[in-house]
């Protein structure tokens, strides 16, 4: 992986590079830092899908994340930002790239970058994108100028806090229904949000990108270009996709299942397929299916000492617990495959290494005073990458969920499978497993 920082006028744009392959320049498709994405299991999986397909370029708009604002002040543009991923790609020395544009008007910048610098732009994927957000005599497409206002009024409103799905606007029912009942992700919405951008930096550039038009644009931008849009997006309606669609010459309109403006909601696989066959002319050609020991850890009561030890502490305790865990897993033989902010996903082709790694992280952590508890299962997962996914994974995770604390959580078939070794365990019952047929019995390591 290659972090560093390009040059633009009053300051550096901070960008990072992570893979092999060809070349895949992501356009932020919102105001999320970089930093902050991995700590999110949907989104997470997301990149690493992504990343798969080649080395994937991402970095911070000015002002956002480890980005300085430069000089641009209150003339910031949609083409300078633009520039700023040419200085990205020029500090690389990428000559051309793969473009995924995300986030509405956010992916005005893909389109200035395809429009502007057609010899760098191998082909462009816009995902949910508009080339204007407002409403106008010639494109009753648009929201309505008094409604885009009001959204930004309240959504950036420094003292709402999207917890609540009763608040005012609800911008997770907007952006990303299929999340909007999962509590860790609009947990980590908030807190992403105000890591990334102080509220008067953010209601500067999603203004500016509200009052963006880059429709005389689209004629002349020459890349093969992929338009994927969500049926139902209330955000970006489909007429704004087709419209895209049909201005870009050659472009190819595809309309996704669901209403999710963001890219990594419940229909991720279905854009991921997409751009895959896009990308690298086949689909699905990354996946494939393994036999894996899944490993998942969970830091107990994680919510309430963080609330009892504050963020600063509390981070320090992350990062203690996150360099336990990775060491033990290298002692072990293990694959990070996920973390899910208090917890972590990993992989191993031994199930008796994975109980034994299982063992020593939950020792080491209760050494530093974190109570964990672990689960593990055994069974076939498609592997895309270095991702996982499958009923294998669902049931390590319930496995983990049914845990106590300083567990060391397994199924059945973990169990008979390390019958040969020293581990010996206790039979703790049978359990229903949330959206796994049948009862499962499971058993507790004996230290």
């Known amino acids: 992986m290659t972090d560093g920082y390009a040059r633009i006028s009053g ?3 901070a960008y990072r590079a992570e ?6 320049l992501r356009i932020p498709g919102n105001m999320l830092a970089m930093d902050v994405l991995t700590d999110e299991p949907h989104v997470s999986r997301y990149l690493r899908r992504l990343g798969a397909l080649g080395r994937l370029i991402q970095y911070d708009f000015r002002g956002i994340g480890r980005s300085d604002p430069g000089d641009a002040g209150t003339d910031l543009n949609v083409e300078m930002l633009a520039g700023d991923a040419l200085a990205v790609l020029d500090a690389l020395g990428v000559d051309r790239v ?18 502007t610098a057609p010899e ?6 816009l995902a949910n994108a508009t ?6 005599d010639d494109y009753p497409q648009g929201h309505p100028r008094d409604r885009i206002e009001r959204f930004l009024d309240e959504n950036i409103d420094p003292e709402q806090h999207w917890v609540d799905p009763d608040a005012n606007v609800d911008d997770i029912g907007l952006t990303a229904p299929s999340l909007a009942g999962d509590d860790g992700y609009r947990r980590w919405w908030v807190a992403a949000g105000r890591r990334s951008a102080s509220p008067a930096v953010a209601r500067f550039v999603l203004g500016m990108f509200v009052r963006t038009d880059v429709r005389e644009l689209c004629p002349l931008i020459t890349a093969p270009t992929l338009v994927l849009q969500a049926r139902r997006n209330l955000m970006i309606p489909a007429g704004q996709g087709r419209w895209l669609a049909e201005h870009i010459p050659g472009a190819r309109y595809m309309e996704v299942p669901g209403a999710d403006q963001t890219i990594w909601g419940g229909e991720v696989d279905r854009y991921l397929d997409e751009i895959e066959e896009f990308i690298t002319g086949r689909r699905g050609g990354a996946v494939e299916r393994v036999l894996v020991t899944v490993l998942f850890t969970d830091i107990v009561d994680s919510t309430a000492q963080a609330a009892a030890l504050g963020d600063r502490a509390w981070r320090a305790r992350l990062e203690q617990h ?17 973390t899910t902010g208090d917890g972590f996903v990993a ?12 063992d020593a992280i939950v020792a080491a952590s209760a050494e530093g005073h974190l109570a964990v508890r672990t689960g593990l299962h055994t069974g076939e997962c498609e592997r895309r990458g270095d991702d996982l996914a499958g009923l294998a994974v669902h049931i390590a995770a319930r496995v983990a969920g049914a845990a106590q604390s300083g567990d060391v959580l397994v199924s059945r078939t973990v169990r008979d499978l390390v019958g040969g070794s020293d581990l010996r365990f206790a039979d703790r019952g049978e ?4 959206g796994v047929p049948e009862r499962w019995q499971l058993f507790a390591l004996e230290r």
Request: aromatic share 6%; proline share 1%.
């Open 11 to 13: 300051g550096h744009v």
């Open 19 to 24: 893979g092999n392959g060809v070349d895949i």
């Open 98 to 115: 793969h473009v995924v544009s995300e986030g509405g008007a956010f992916a005005s910048v893909g389109l200035t970058l395809a429009a």
């Open 120 to 125: 760098r732009v191998r082909s462009l994927v």
């Open 131 to 136: 080339a204007r957000t407002l409403a106008a």
């Open 322 to 338: 996150d360099a336990i865990v990775r060491r033990e897993l290298a002692r072990f033989g293990g694959r990070e495959v996920n």
């Open 347 to 358: 992989a191993f082709d031994s199930p008796t290494m994975a109980v034994r790694a299982a």
């Open 431 to 434: 359990f229903e497993l949330k």
